[in-house]
Protein backbone atom coordinates (compact mmCIF):
# COMPACT_ATOMS: atom_id res chain seq x y z
CA UNK A 1 0.00 0.00 0.00
CA UNK A 2 1.65 3.25 -0.50
CA UNK A 3 2.80 5.31 1.82
CA UNK A 4 0.26 8.22 2.73
CA UNK A 5 2.94 10.84 3.09
CA UNK A 6 3.76 9.99 -0.66
CA UNK A 7 0.67 12.16 -1.49
CA UNK A 8 0.07 15.49 -2.89
CA UNK A 9 -2.09 17.87 -1.54
CA UNK A 10 -3.50 21.68 -2.59
CA UNK A 11 -2.93 24.39 0.01
CA UNK A 12 -6.82 24.20 0.26
CA UNK A 13 -6.50 20.43 1.25
CA UNK A 14 -3.62 20.91 3.62
CA UNK A 15 -5.80 23.92 5.51
CA UNK A 16 -8.41 21.09 5.62
CA UNK A 17 -6.41 18.42 7.68
CA UNK A 18 -5.53 20.98 9.50
CA UNK A 19 -9.10 21.99 10.34
CA UNK A 20 -9.94 18.02 10.92
CA UNK A 21 -6.97 18.00 13.47
CA UNK A 22 -7.61 20.96 15.62
CA UNK A 23 -11.56 20.72 15.53
CA UNK A 24 -12.37 16.92 15.23
CA UNK A 25 -8.89 15.18 16.80
CA UNK A 26 -8.73 17.91 19.31
CA UNK A 27 -4.92 19.06 18.76
CA UNK A 28 -4.34 22.44 19.21
CA UNK A 29 -3.37 25.03 17.05
CA UNK A 30 -0.41 26.17 18.95
CA UNK A 31 0.41 22.58 19.74
CA UNK A 32 0.74 21.96 16.15
CA UNK A 33 2.46 25.29 15.87
CA UNK A 34 4.85 24.45 18.08
CA UNK A 35 5.32 20.86 16.63
CA UNK A 36 6.26 22.67 13.09
CA UNK A 37 9.13 25.41 15.05
CA UNK A 38 11.00 21.86 16.54
CA UNK A 39 10.72 20.26 13.26
CA UNK A 40 12.89 23.26 11.33
CA UNK A 41 15.24 23.33 14.80
CA UNK A 42 15.56 19.61 13.86
CA UNK A 43 16.37 19.99 10.58
CA UNK A 44 18.84 22.95 11.00
CA UNK A 45 20.71 21.03 13.63
CA UNK A 46 20.80 18.19 11.69
CA UNK A 47 21.74 20.18 8.21
CA UNK A 48 23.28 23.38 9.14
CA UNK A 49 24.60 23.04 12.71
CA UNK A 50 26.94 19.98 11.74
CA UNK A 51 30.61 19.99 9.89
CA UNK A 52 29.18 22.17 6.94
CA UNK A 53 28.41 25.44 8.82
CA UNK A 54 29.82 24.84 12.38
CA UNK A 55 30.02 28.95 13.22
CA UNK A 56 25.63 29.04 12.28
CA UNK A 57 25.09 30.79 15.58
CA UNK A 58 23.63 34.11 14.31
CA UNK A 59 20.23 33.58 12.74
CA UNK A 60 18.06 35.85 10.90
CA UNK A 61 14.11 34.88 11.58
CA UNK A 62 12.31 37.37 9.16
CA UNK A 63 8.41 36.66 10.34
CA UNK A 64 4.91 37.49 8.61
CA UNK A 65 1.88 38.21 10.05
CA UNK A 66 -0.26 34.91 10.14
CA UNK A 67 0.40 31.33 11.55
CA UNK A 68 3.76 31.26 9.23
CA UNK A 69 5.22 33.55 11.14
CA UNK A 70 4.01 32.06 14.48
CA UNK A 71 6.07 29.51 13.30
CA UNK A 72 8.88 31.56 12.68
CA UNK A 73 8.33 32.38 16.39
CA UNK A 74 8.06 29.75 17.89
CA UNK A 75 11.68 28.54 15.46
CA UNK A 76 13.27 32.05 17.31
CA UNK A 77 12.56 30.67 20.93
CA UNK A 78 13.95 27.24 20.95
CA UNK A 79 16.92 29.07 18.99
CA UNK A 80 17.17 31.14 21.40
CA UNK A 81 17.14 28.89 24.38
CA UNK A 82 19.80 26.61 22.67
CA UNK A 83 22.05 29.45 22.68
CA UNK A 84 22.02 30.94 19.22
CA UNK A 85 22.04 34.37 18.92
CA UNK A 86 18.58 35.22 17.00
CA UNK A 87 17.25 38.70 15.10
CA UNK A 88 14.14 38.85 15.00
CA UNK A 89 11.92 41.14 12.21
CA UNK A 90 8.45 41.72 12.11
CA UNK A 91 6.62 42.84 9.04
CA UNK A 92 3.54 43.96 10.49
CA UNK A 93 2.88 45.92 14.48
CA UNK A 94 3.14 42.53 16.41
CA UNK A 95 -0.06 44.26 18.46
CA UNK A 96 -2.05 43.32 15.87
CA UNK A 97 -1.11 39.50 16.03
CA UNK A 98 -3.95 37.02 16.61
CA UNK A 99 -4.47 33.41 17.84
CA UNK A 100 -1.81 31.10 18.33
CA UNK A 101 0.63 33.58 16.20
CA UNK A 102 -0.02 36.18 18.97
CA UNK A 103 0.60 32.57 21.69
CA UNK A 104 4.09 32.26 20.05
CA UNK A 105 4.89 36.12 19.91
CA UNK A 106 4.40 36.29 23.73
CA UNK A 107 6.48 32.83 24.51
CA UNK A 108 9.29 34.81 22.78
CA UNK A 109 8.74 37.85 24.61
CA UNK A 110 8.57 36.31 27.83
CA UNK A 111 11.59 34.30 27.33
CA UNK A 112 13.27 38.11 26.90
CA UNK A 113 13.15 38.05 22.83
CA UNK A 114 12.68 41.31 21.21
CA UNK A 115 11.10 41.75 17.94
CA UNK A 116 12.96 44.64 15.32
CA UNK A 117 10.63 46.53 12.60
CA UNK A 118 11.21 46.00 9.20
CA UNK A 119 13.17 47.38 7.56
CA UNK A 120 16.34 45.94 8.75
CA UNK A 121 19.86 47.87 8.48
CA UNK A 122 21.50 46.28 5.44
CA UNK A 123 24.85 45.96 7.11
CA UNK A 124 24.37 43.40 9.52
CA UNK A 125 25.71 39.92 8.47
CA UNK A 126 23.94 36.49 9.86
CA UNK A 127 25.01 32.88 9.62
CA UNK A 128 21.92 31.99 8.77
CA UNK A 129 17.87 32.91 7.54
CA UNK A 130 14.32 31.36 8.21
CA UNK A 131 12.24 32.82 6.01
CA UNK A 132 8.42 32.33 7.88
CA UNK A 133 6.80 35.54 5.92
CA UNK A 134 4.31 33.93 3.82
CA UNK A 135 3.18 30.74 3.78
CA UNK A 136 0.98 28.59 1.52
CA UNK A 137 -1.66 30.75 1.66
CA UNK A 138 -0.78 33.27 -1.39
CA UNK A 139 -2.70 33.48 -4.60
CA UNK A 140 -1.21 37.00 -6.01
CA UNK A 141 1.89 38.42 -7.10
CA UNK A 142 4.14 39.69 -4.49
CA UNK A 143 4.63 43.30 -4.06
CA UNK A 144 5.35 46.54 -1.85
CA UNK A 145 7.71 45.69 1.85
CA UNK A 146 7.23 42.24 1.18
CA UNK A 147 8.44 41.96 -2.30
CA UNK A 148 11.74 44.20 -0.66
CA UNK A 149 11.93 41.31 2.15
CA UNK A 150 12.00 38.51 0.12
CA UNK A 151 14.87 40.94 -2.07
CA UNK A 152 16.87 41.14 0.93
CA UNK A 153 16.85 37.51 1.74
CA UNK A 154 18.24 36.27 -1.76
CA UNK A 155 21.12 38.64 -0.95
CA UNK A 156 22.25 37.40 1.98
CA UNK A 157 25.37 35.58 2.03
CA UNK A 158 24.27 32.61 4.14
CA UNK A 159 21.95 29.49 3.93
CA UNK A 160 17.47 30.03 3.80
CA UNK A 161 15.54 27.51 5.24
CA UNK A 162 11.78 28.15 4.31
CA UNK A 163 8.97 27.26 6.96
CA UNK A 164 6.55 25.05 5.38
CA UNK A 165 7.26 27.08 2.01
CA UNK A 166 9.21 29.64 0.67
CA UNK A 167 7.31 32.93 0.83
CA UNK A 168 6.22 33.77 -2.90
CA UNK A 169 5.96 30.12 -4.17
CA UNK A 170 2.30 29.14 -5.20
CA UNK A 171 1.73 26.10 -3.27
CA UNK A 172 -0.90 24.97 -5.99
CA UNK A 173 0.90 25.78 -8.89
CA UNK A 174 4.84 25.94 -8.28
CA UNK A 175 4.67 29.46 -9.93
CA UNK A 176 6.40 32.40 -8.42
CA UNK A 177 3.72 34.71 -7.67
CA UNK A 178 6.26 37.48 -9.18
CA UNK A 179 9.46 37.19 -6.38
CA UNK A 180 9.62 34.25 -3.71
CA UNK A 181 12.57 33.46 -1.70
CA UNK A 182 15.12 31.07 -3.22
CA UNK A 183 15.89 28.57 -0.17
CA UNK A 184 18.38 26.24 1.00
CA UNK A 185 15.82 24.23 2.27
CA UNK A 186 12.34 23.74 3.06
CA UNK A 187 10.42 22.17 5.80
CA UNK A 188 7.00 21.52 4.84
CA UNK A 189 4.14 20.42 7.17
CA UNK A 190 1.34 18.63 7.43
CA UNK A 191 0.75 17.43 3.74
CA UNK A 192 3.13 17.83 0.74
CA UNK A 193 2.33 20.55 -1.33
CA UNK A 194 2.19 19.91 -5.13
CA UNK A 195 3.56 23.13 -6.27
CA UNK A 196 6.70 22.35 -4.60
CA UNK A 197 7.03 19.40 -6.87
CA UNK A 198 6.50 20.90 -10.71
CA UNK A 199 7.49 24.10 -12.60
CA UNK A 200 9.51 26.73 -10.21
CA UNK A 201 9.09 24.47 -7.30
CA UNK A 202 12.52 22.69 -7.08
CA UNK A 203 14.40 26.00 -7.87
CA UNK A 204 12.67 27.86 -5.54
CA UNK A 205 12.35 25.44 -2.29
CA UNK A 206 16.00 23.69 -2.27
CA UNK A 207 16.02 20.40 -0.67
CA UNK A 208 12.35 19.68 0.65
CA UNK A 209 12.07 18.39 3.95
CA UNK A 210 8.54 16.87 5.58
CA UNK A 211 7.29 16.85 9.07
CA UNK A 212 3.41 15.11 9.12
CA UNK A 213 3.48 16.65 13.23
CA UNK A 214 1.94 13.42 14.13
CA UNK A 215 -1.17 14.32 12.79
CA UNK A 216 -3.12 10.93 12.38
CA UNK A 217 -3.92 9.50 9.32
CA UNK A 218 -7.70 10.14 9.55
CA UNK A 219 -6.95 14.01 9.46
CA UNK A 220 -6.69 13.35 5.53
CA UNK A 221 -9.41 10.33 5.25
CA UNK A 222 -11.95 12.78 3.62
CA UNK A 223 -9.51 13.84 0.75
CA UNK A 224 -10.01 11.85 -2.11
CA UNK A 225 -8.37 13.65 -5.00
CA UNK A 226 -4.99 13.79 -3.45
CA UNK A 227 -2.37 13.45 -6.14
CA UNK A 228 0.92 11.45 -6.06
CA UNK A 229 4.49 11.74 -5.45
CA UNK A 230 6.13 8.67 -7.60
CA UNK A 231 9.79 7.80 -6.99
CA UNK A 232 12.23 5.15 -7.82
CA UNK A 233 10.73 2.77 -4.83
CA UNK A 234 7.67 2.62 -6.64
CA UNK A 235 9.36 0.86 -10.01
CA UNK A 236 9.25 -2.72 -8.84
CA UNK A 237 5.67 -2.61 -7.97
CA UNK A 238 4.49 -1.39 -11.77
CA UNK A 239 7.34 -3.85 -13.14
CA UNK A 240 5.92 -6.99 -14.52
CA UNK A 241 7.60 -10.16 -13.72
CA UNK A 242 8.68 -12.55 -16.28
CA UNK A 243 7.54 -16.24 -16.23
CA UNK A 244 10.63 -18.61 -17.34
CA UNK A 245 8.47 -20.28 -19.67
CA UNK A 246 8.39 -17.10 -21.73
CA UNK A 247 8.66 -15.95 -25.47
CA UNK A 248 9.57 -13.05 -27.45
CA UNK A 249 5.75 -12.87 -28.12
CA UNK A 250 5.28 -12.85 -23.94
CA UNK A 251 6.63 -9.19 -24.04
CA UNK A 252 4.78 -7.47 -26.65
CA UNK A 253 5.71 -6.38 -30.27
CA UNK A 254 6.23 -2.29 -30.37
CA UNK A 255 5.75 -0.45 -33.96
CA UNK A 256 7.81 2.87 -33.72
CA UNK A 257 6.42 4.92 -36.27
CA UNK A 258 8.67 8.08 -37.96
CA UNK A 259 11.37 9.41 -39.28
CA UNK A 260 11.22 11.46 -42.03
CA UNK A 261 14.07 12.05 -44.48
CA UNK A 262 16.60 13.53 -41.81
CA UNK A 263 15.27 12.21 -38.97
CA UNK A 264 15.58 9.23 -38.64
CA UNK A 265 17.46 9.44 -35.51
CA UNK A 266 14.46 10.04 -33.35
CA UNK A 267 12.50 7.04 -34.00
CA UNK A 268 16.27 5.05 -33.97
CA UNK A 269 16.21 6.00 -30.06
CA UNK A 270 12.92 5.17 -29.40
CA UNK A 271 13.35 2.00 -30.99
CA UNK A 272 16.62 1.63 -28.68
CA UNK A 273 14.75 2.37 -26.03
CA UNK A 274 11.71 0.10 -25.92
CA UNK A 275 13.92 -2.90 -26.71
CA UNK A 276 16.40 -1.72 -23.54
CA UNK A 277 12.62 -1.51 -21.48
CA UNK A 278 11.65 -5.43 -22.27
CA UNK A 279 9.80 -5.70 -25.39
CA UNK A 280 9.88 -8.16 -27.18
CA UNK A 281 9.96 -7.45 -30.70
CA UNK A 282 10.64 -4.15 -32.25
CA UNK A 283 9.76 -2.90 -35.39
CA UNK A 284 10.53 0.70 -36.66
CA UNK A 285 8.27 2.09 -39.67
CA UNK A 286 9.80 4.67 -41.38
CA UNK A 287 11.28 6.70 -44.39
CA UNK A 288 12.84 4.44 -47.63
CA UNK A 289 15.24 7.20 -48.09
CA UNK A 290 17.34 5.38 -44.36
CA UNK A 291 15.36 2.34 -43.56
CA UNK A 292 18.25 0.16 -44.74
CA UNK A 293 20.24 2.20 -42.16
CA UNK A 294 18.59 2.49 -39.09
CA UNK A 295 19.51 -0.24 -37.65
CA UNK A 296 23.42 -0.86 -38.67
CA UNK A 297 24.36 0.06 -35.56
CA UNK A 298 21.87 -1.81 -32.95
CA UNK A 299 20.57 -5.35 -35.89
CA UNK A 300 17.80 -6.28 -33.04
CA UNK A 301 16.00 -3.42 -34.13
CA UNK A 302 13.63 -4.51 -37.28
CA UNK A 303 13.06 -1.98 -40.27
CA UNK A 304 10.25 -1.50 -42.37
CA UNK A 305 10.44 0.81 -45.22
CA UNK A 306 6.90 2.75 -45.94
CA UNK A 307 6.56 5.29 -48.57
CA UNK A 308 3.05 5.51 -48.06
CA UNK A 309 0.06 4.56 -45.24
CA UNK A 310 -0.71 1.33 -47.16
CA UNK A 311 2.50 0.18 -46.43
CA UNK A 312 1.73 0.47 -43.10
CA UNK A 313 -0.98 -1.55 -42.79
CA UNK A 314 0.50 -4.78 -42.36
CA UNK A 315 2.96 -3.60 -39.48
CA UNK A 316 0.07 -2.26 -37.79
CA UNK A 317 -2.07 -5.12 -37.29
CA UNK A 318 0.70 -7.05 -36.30
CA UNK A 319 1.59 -4.34 -33.67
CA UNK A 320 0.70 -4.82 -29.93
CA UNK A 321 1.64 -1.07 -29.27
CA UNK A 322 2.17 1.47 -31.45
CA UNK A 323 4.57 4.72 -30.76
CA UNK A 324 3.68 7.29 -33.26
CA UNK A 325 5.55 10.45 -33.75
CA UNK A 326 9.28 10.77 -33.00
CA UNK A 327 10.77 12.58 -35.82
CA UNK A 328 7.67 12.03 -38.04
CA UNK A 329 7.14 15.59 -39.54
CA UNK A 330 4.41 17.10 -40.70
CA UNK A 331 4.28 16.42 -44.17
CA UNK A 332 1.69 14.61 -46.05
CA UNK A 333 3.81 11.28 -45.41
CA UNK A 334 3.56 12.12 -41.88
CA UNK A 335 -0.40 13.01 -41.89
CA UNK A 336 -1.35 9.84 -43.79
CA UNK A 337 1.04 7.53 -41.68
CA UNK A 338 -0.51 9.41 -38.51
CA UNK A 339 -4.28 8.76 -39.08
CA UNK A 340 -3.62 5.05 -39.90
CA UNK A 341 -2.38 5.07 -36.39
CA UNK A 342 -5.09 6.41 -35.24
CA UNK A 343 -7.48 3.83 -36.86
CA UNK A 344 -5.35 0.65 -35.76
CA UNK A 345 -6.61 -1.24 -32.96
CA UNK A 346 -3.43 -1.08 -31.20
CA UNK A 347 -2.54 0.98 -27.50
CA UNK A 348 -0.52 4.17 -28.68
CA UNK A 349 1.58 6.63 -27.42
CA UNK A 350 1.83 9.78 -28.89
CA UNK A 351 4.50 11.95 -29.05
CA UNK A 352 6.19 15.01 -30.97
CA UNK A 353 4.78 15.46 -34.77
CA UNK A 354 2.04 12.89 -33.72
CA UNK A 355 0.80 15.23 -31.05
CA UNK A 356 1.47 18.91 -33.53
CA UNK A 357 -0.59 16.56 -35.87
CA UNK A 358 -3.53 15.98 -33.73
CA UNK A 359 -3.66 18.97 -32.18
CA UNK A 360 -3.91 20.44 -35.79
CA UNK A 361 -6.67 18.18 -36.90
CA UNK A 362 -8.41 17.46 -33.91
CA UNK A 363 -11.84 19.56 -35.54
CA UNK A 364 -11.87 17.43 -38.45
CA UNK A 365 -11.31 13.83 -36.62
CA UNK A 366 -14.08 11.90 -35.51
CA UNK A 367 -14.88 11.09 -32.10
CA UNK A 368 -14.58 8.01 -31.78
CA UNK A 369 -10.71 8.76 -32.52
CA UNK A 370 -10.97 9.71 -28.86
CA UNK A 371 -9.97 6.30 -27.59
CA UNK A 372 -9.29 5.34 -24.32
CA UNK A 373 -6.46 2.96 -24.65
CA UNK A 374 -3.79 5.82 -25.47
CA UNK A 375 -1.04 7.51 -23.80
CA UNK A 376 -0.62 11.52 -24.98
CA UNK A 377 3.30 12.63 -23.92
CA UNK A 378 3.56 16.77 -24.52
CA UNK A 379 6.23 18.92 -23.77
CA UNK A 380 4.49 22.65 -22.78
CA UNK A 381 4.31 23.88 -26.42
CA UNK A 382 2.56 21.05 -27.41
CA UNK A 383 0.70 20.92 -24.42
CA UNK A 384 -0.69 24.36 -25.55
CA UNK A 385 -1.03 23.29 -29.12
CA UNK A 386 -3.55 20.75 -27.58
CA UNK A 387 -5.68 22.84 -25.57
CA UNK A 388 -5.29 26.06 -28.47
CA UNK A 389 -3.64 28.43 -25.50
CA UNK A 390 -0.55 29.58 -24.64
CA UNK A 391 2.54 27.97 -23.46
CA UNK A 392 2.40 30.38 -20.02
CA UNK A 393 -0.96 29.19 -19.84
CA UNK A 394 -0.08 25.88 -19.45
CA UNK A 395 3.16 26.80 -17.06
CA UNK A 396 0.99 28.65 -14.91
CA UNK A 397 -0.80 25.62 -13.59
CA UNK A 398 0.93 22.08 -15.02
CA UNK A 399 -1.28 19.96 -12.77
CA UNK A 400 -4.85 21.42 -14.09
CA UNK A 401 -2.93 21.66 -17.65
CA UNK A 402 -2.63 17.77 -17.89
CA UNK A 403 -5.64 17.16 -16.39
CA UNK A 404 -7.58 19.15 -19.18
CA UNK A 405 -6.10 17.02 -21.74
CA UNK A 406 -6.42 14.19 -20.07
CA UNK A 407 -10.30 14.62 -19.84
CA UNK A 408 -10.56 16.55 -23.08
CA UNK A 409 -8.34 13.43 -24.97
CA UNK A 410 -9.70 10.71 -22.71
CA UNK A 411 -6.02 9.88 -22.36
CA UNK A 412 -3.47 9.32 -20.02
CA UNK A 413 -1.11 12.54 -20.71
CA UNK A 414 2.58 12.63 -19.49
CA UNK A 415 3.22 16.31 -19.21
CA UNK A 416 6.80 16.91 -19.44
CA UNK A 417 9.15 19.24 -18.00
CA UNK A 418 10.71 20.31 -14.44
CA UNK A 419 8.49 18.22 -12.06
CA UNK A 420 6.89 15.81 -14.84
CA UNK A 421 2.76 15.42 -14.19
CA UNK A 422 1.36 12.26 -15.27
CA UNK A 423 -2.97 12.33 -15.20
CA UNK A 424 -5.55 10.25 -16.57
CA UNK A 425 -9.08 10.60 -17.19
CA UNK A 426 -10.42 9.71 -14.45
CA UNK A 427 -8.80 12.85 -12.30
CA UNK A 428 -5.49 11.00 -10.74
CA UNK A 429 -2.50 12.62 -11.09
CA UNK A 430 0.93 12.27 -10.10
CA UNK A 431 4.18 14.42 -9.61
CA UNK A 432 7.77 12.82 -10.46
CA UNK A 433 10.70 14.66 -8.52
CA UNK A 434 13.54 12.46 -10.64
CA UNK A 435 15.52 14.14 -13.31
CA UNK A 436 17.58 16.69 -14.16
CA UNK A 437 17.99 19.84 -16.49
CA UNK A 438 20.48 17.76 -18.88
CA UNK A 439 17.61 15.86 -20.13
CA UNK A 440 16.76 18.77 -21.79
CA UNK A 441 18.08 17.94 -25.02
CA UNK A 442 17.19 16.56 -28.44
CA UNK A 443 16.20 12.99 -28.38
CA UNK A 444 15.20 12.70 -24.77
CA UNK A 445 11.46 12.54 -25.11
CA UNK A 446 11.66 9.84 -27.74
CA UNK A 447 13.83 7.60 -25.34
CA UNK A 448 10.65 8.23 -22.52
CA UNK A 449 8.09 7.30 -25.64
CA UNK A 450 9.84 4.24 -26.00
CA UNK A 451 10.20 3.54 -22.46
CA UNK A 452 6.42 3.69 -22.03
CA UNK A 453 5.50 1.38 -24.92
CA UNK A 454 7.64 -1.52 -23.53
CA UNK A 455 5.61 -1.14 -20.62
CA UNK A 456 2.20 -1.24 -22.48
CA UNK A 457 3.68 -4.34 -24.44
CA UNK A 458 4.61 -6.07 -21.35
CA UNK A 459 0.91 -5.81 -20.32
CA UNK A 460 1.03 -2.79 -17.62
CA UNK A 461 -1.99 -0.26 -18.14
CA UNK A 462 -1.61 2.76 -19.55
CA UNK A 463 -1.79 4.47 -16.43
CA UNK A 464 0.70 2.51 -14.71
CA UNK A 465 2.81 2.44 -18.06
CA UNK A 466 2.89 6.18 -17.86
CA UNK A 467 3.85 6.53 -13.67
CA UNK A 468 6.43 3.64 -14.48
CA UNK A 469 8.17 5.35 -17.52
CA UNK A 470 8.34 8.49 -16.58
CA UNK A 471 10.33 7.41 -12.75
CA UNK A 472 12.52 4.82 -15.25
CA UNK A 473 13.13 7.78 -17.74
CA UNK A 474 13.93 10.72 -14.78
CA UNK A 475 16.30 8.28 -12.89
CA UNK A 476 18.42 6.66 -15.99
CA UNK A 477 18.93 10.68 -16.44
CA UNK A 478 20.17 11.26 -12.89
CA UNK A 479 22.13 8.33 -13.07
CA UNK A 480 23.55 9.80 -16.52
CA UNK A 481 24.11 12.93 -15.23
CA UNK A 482 26.42 11.35 -12.15
CA UNK A 483 28.28 9.82 -15.35
CA UNK A 484 29.21 12.74 -17.73
CA UNK A 485 27.26 15.36 -15.89
CA UNK A 486 24.43 17.73 -17.15
CA UNK A 487 26.10 19.82 -19.88
CA UNK A 488 27.46 16.69 -21.74
CA UNK A 489 24.44 14.75 -21.57
CA UNK A 490 22.62 13.62 -24.72
CA UNK A 491 19.72 11.34 -25.25
CA UNK A 492 21.68 8.21 -25.77
CA UNK A 493 23.40 8.44 -22.49
CA UNK A 494 19.63 8.07 -21.10
CA UNK A 495 19.60 4.54 -22.87
CA UNK A 496 22.99 3.83 -21.84
CA UNK A 497 21.34 3.84 -18.12
CA UNK A 498 18.22 1.58 -18.84
CA UNK A 499 19.73 -1.39 -17.53
CA UNK A 500 20.90 -0.56 -14.22
CA UNK A 501 17.60 1.26 -13.57
CA UNK A 502 15.90 -2.44 -14.03
CA UNK A 503 18.33 -4.21 -12.78
CA UNK A 504 17.55 -2.18 -9.45
CA UNK A 505 13.70 -2.71 -10.07
CA UNK A 506 13.69 -6.57 -10.42
CA UNK A 507 16.56 -6.31 -7.53
CA UNK A 508 19.31 -7.58 -9.56
CA UNK A 509 22.85 -8.08 -8.43
CA UNK A 510 24.42 -4.67 -10.07
Same mark, same amino acid.
Given at each position: ???L?????T??? !??Q?D?CA???I??????????A??AV??H??D???A?R????R???????P???GG? &?????T??A?? &?I???L?S???TA??K?D??????????????VLPW?L???A??????????G???D??VGGA?R??IEFLN?? *??P??A???????NA??G? !??G????A?S?V??V???????????P?I? +????? *??L?I?AE??A?IT *?A +??LV??D?L????? &?R???????SF???????GI?G?????R????????????R????????H??L??LS??E????P?A?AD?LLT?L??A????????L?R??W??????????AK?T????AD +??N?LA????S????????N??L????????RLL???V???????VS??Q?I?????? !??VL???G???????????I????N???A????????????A?????????????L? &?V????H????A??? !???T????????AQL?A???T??GS??
Amino acid at each position: MPDLNDKLYTAQQ !VRQQDHCAIHEIGISGYELMKRAGRAVIDHIHDHYLADRYPSARHWLVLCGPGNNGGD &GYVVATLAAKA &GIDVTLCSMVDTALLKGDAALALNDWQDSGGKVLPWPLSGEATYDLAVDALLGTGIDREVGGAYRIAIEFLNKL *NCPIVAVDIPSGLNADTGC !VMGCAVRAHSSVTFVGKKRGMYTADGPDIC +GSIYF *NDLSIPAEAAAAIT *NA +GRLVGIDRLPAWLP &GRQRNSHKGSFGHVLGVGGIEGMSGAIRLCGEAALRSGAGRVTLATDPVHAALINLSRPELMVRPVACADDLLTALNDADIIAAGPGLGRSGWSESLFKACLDAKATLVVDAD +GLNLLAEHRYSLAQDKWRDNWILTPHPAEAARLLDCQVVDIQQDRVSAAQTIASRYRA !VVVLKGCGSVIASPDGQYAICPLGNPGMATAGSGDVLTGIIAALLGQGVGCYEAALA &GVVAHAHAGDLAARE !VGETALIAGDIIAQLPAVWMTAEGSPR
